[in-house]
């Protein structure tokens, strides 16, 4: 199994590279002045504090980072995967990077509660935001058709005025003539 074949292991960390290089870049995109939607949204400041825990977790076998492992991080903060550095690992550091990986409750792979916390469709922050977000949406729709119907209300009411008013200044008309 995975926990023994050190061929599996590296196709699993490249398949990680590639999802935390995917999930980085769906942040930046919502990060600075050209951000999307999200700029400054709580959930993109966590997902960026919970990816920076993520590449500094620290083991405490011989395998204690990602960088033993062979995966380095370039200036923008994509991972890559070196296959060669991985490849000369020792068997007993194979063994040791299990270890740093860990399971759900141990080593690096418990941090994968932070994310599945964040994305919990029922109480994860995202649902949560979304939910707000919604009514939110929801309070502000019925606020702008209440202010429609007193708009429209207001308008023919006014029209109305503005019909009496050419009604009278026509009936006065005729008279204004007789007393020039």
């Given at each position: 199994?995975?926990?023994?074949?050190?061929?599996?292991?590296?196709?699993?960390?490249?398949?990680?590279?590639?999802?935390?290089?995917?999930?980085?870049?769906q942040?930046d995109?919502?990060?600075?002045?050209?951000?999307?939607?999200?700029?400054?949204?709580?959930?993109?400041?966590?997902?960026e504090?919970?990816?920076?825990?993520?590449?500094?977790y620290?083991?405490?076998?011989?395998?204690k980072?990602?960088?033993d492992?062979?995966?380095?991080?370039?200036?923008?903060?994509?991972?890559?995967?070196?296959?060669?550095?991985?490849?000369?690992?020792?068997s007993s550091?194979?063994?040791?990077?299990f270890?740093?990986?860990?399971s759900?409750?141990s080593?690096l792979?418990?941090l994968?509660q932070?994310?599945?916390?964040?994305?919990?469709?029922?109480?994860?922050?995202?649902?949560?935001q979304?939910?707000g977000?919604?009514?939110?949406?929801?309070?502000l729709?019925?606020?702008?058709?209440?202010?429609?119907?007193?708009?429209?209300?207001?308008?023919?009411?006014?029209?109305?005025?503005l019909?009496?008013?050419d009604?009278?200044?026509?009936s006065?008309?005729?008279?204004?003539?007789?007393?020039?």
């Amino acid at each position: 199994g995975l926990a023994t074949d050190p061929s599996q292991l590296s196709g699993a960390l490249t398949s990680f590279v590639q999802s935390y290089n995917n999930l980085m870049d769906q942040v930046d995109q919502q990060v600075g002045s050209s951000g999307g939607p999200l700029t400054g949204n709580l959930i993109i400041t966590t997902l960026e504090a919970d990816l920076q825990q993520l590449t500094a977790y620290q083991g405490s076998g011989s395998v204690k980072s990602l960088s033993d492992l062979g995966i380095t991080f370039d200036g923008t903060g994509r991972m890559s995967f070196s296959q060669t550095t991985f490849a000369a690992l020792s068997s007993s550091q194979i063994s040791s990077a299990f270890g740093f990986l860990g399971s759900a409750s141990s080593g690096l792979s418990s941090l994968a509660q932070t994310f599945q916390q964040m994305s919990d469709p029922v109480s994860g922050l995202i649902a949560t935001q979304e939910n707000g977000d919604d009514q939110t949406n929801a309070d502000l729709s019925s606020r702008i058709q209440t202010l429609t119907t007193r708009l429209n209300q207001s308008q023919s009411a006014l029209q109305q005025q503005l019909a009496a008013a050419d009604s009278l200044a026509a009936s006065l008309e005729p008279q204004q003539q007789v007393l020039t």
